[in-house]
């Protein structure tokens, strides 16, 4: 049980005058706070936040796939969210991202474009960059399934920008090598690095996914062109895949508010079990 001093309930009053209620609702009173581990990709030891609902579970997880940011945080609001429906948040932190060893994969790739080789050839360096942060996802989802109180049979691997395209990769390969991931959900993949090849490269990977994909993008994303391509793929493979454009919003993918209905009616049509 909760207790609420008066305090509470004279900041509530003025925050319902201001109509910002929400604000200090139960659920953003609770504190979820990041647990932090590390976990093994080849010879690299690789961070990653790690957020528990309260209970012993089995929990069903959110694996989350951040973007092209140096230094990615621990999207504590976006954690909170998922787990007040019952998930466990996990978000792997690539090599060469946040305080991981390696080259950091912006830097990597200017250092091939400068090199001023052929279009395909820099592609294939960039497309290879991506496969080795693939090696870290993988290594990161073998190592939550082999935690306690793991729902394996519902395990949703989510990403945004760079990260989506993690997802889209996680999902090729699910096709030729079952990874235990009940679905996938991608936030604008790829964005800035977006071109023809990186659009036929995951369309290719679209069109062998097995397991079903939601796409979720906006107006003004640098992705939309290639995206538009990639949506008649998912709209061929029928329900429950999907892709949906939204109005363009700042950190569209943390803002909860503007997709939860569509997410959790799309996980509900993949048959994801969530613990309430």
Request: glycine share 6%; proline share 6%.
């Amino acid at each position: 049980m909760i207790i609420y001093s008066s305090t509470f309930f004279k900041w509530k009053f003025i925050f319902t005058i201001l109509g910002l209620t929400s604000l200090l609702s139960i659920d953003a009173l609770a504190q979820t706070k990041p647990e932090g581990i590390y976990y093994n990709s080849g010879n690299l030891k690789l961070k990653a936040y790690l957020f528990k609902p309260e209970g012993n579970g089995p929990f069903p997880v959110y694996m989350w796939n951040h973007g092209s940011e140096k230094n990615p945080d621990s999207n504590i609001n976006l954690a909170h969210f998922w787990v007040k429906h019952g998930f466990i948040f996990f978000m792997p932190i690539r090599r060469g991202q946040g305080d991981n060893p390696e080259t950091y994969i912006v830097d990597a790739e200017k250092q091939i474009r400068r090199k001023k080789e052929m279009e395909m050839v820099q592609w294939k360096q960039v497309y290879a960059l991506h496969q080795k942060a693939n090696n870290d996802v993988l290594a990161a989802l073998k190592w939550i399934k082999q935690q306690p109180n793991i729902d394996t049979n519902n395990i949703v691997a989510s990403g945004e920008g760079y990260g989506a395209i993690q997802v889209l990769l996680m999902a090729q390969k699910d096709a030729q090598a079952p990874l235990g991931i009940k679905s996938f959900m991608a936030f604008s993949p790829g964005s800035e690095i977006w071109s023809k090849m990186w659009s036929d490269s995951l369309k290719q990977a679209l069109t062998m996914a097995k397991k079903p994909i939601f796409i979720l993008d906006m107006p003004n994303d640098n992705s939309l062109p290639p995206i538009d391509t990639v949506a008649s793929v998912i709209g061929k493979k029928g329900f429950p895949n999907r892709y949906k454009l939204f109005p363009f919003l700042v950190g569209f993918s943390t803002d909860t508010k503007a997709w939860e209905k569509d997410v959790m009616k799309y996980l509900k049509d993949c048959g994801v079990n969530r613990r309430k």
